[in-house]
Nanobody
């Protein structure tokens, strides 16, 4: 069984920075896509950023130039560096990874519990 442990959320003032981490644990054959989504009550969950096994990244337009996603394959960990935060970035941030388990050919999606980011003065 694969588990994701997220950390790094909290309260920050507008213009501030936070760094989120998400570590995958368990018996994993490989990880394909790693990403961060965010959820605001009453709104649809949206993709913030993702990074493939080849290092290619994808960002939501609203965070381009402010957020940077990176992965450490040796640690099965994905990071999200968030700079110049805005009140509109307030949300629960959820980690999502596509993992291949031993003996399996297909990939499964795993979600973290979420970490809350609040941007307020």
């Amino acid at each position: 069984q694969v588990q994701l442990v997220e950390s790094g959320g909290g309260l920050v003032q507008p213009g501030g920075s936070l760094r989120l981490s998400c570590a995958a644990s368990g018996t994993i054959r490989s990880i394909r896509l790693m990403g961060w989504y965010r959820q605001v009550p009453g709104k649809q969950r949206e993709l913030v950023a993702s990074v493939g096994s080849d290092g290619r990244t994808n960002y939501a337009d609203s965070v381009k130039g402010r957020f940077t996603i990176a992965r450490d394959n040796a640690k099965n960990t994905v990071y999200l560096q968030m700079n110049n935060l805005e009140p509109e970035d307030t949300a629960a941030y959820l980690c999502n990874v596509q993992v291949q388990l031993p003996g399996k050919w297909s990939y499964s999606e795993v979600w973290g519990q979420g970490t809350l980011v609040t941007v307020s003065s």
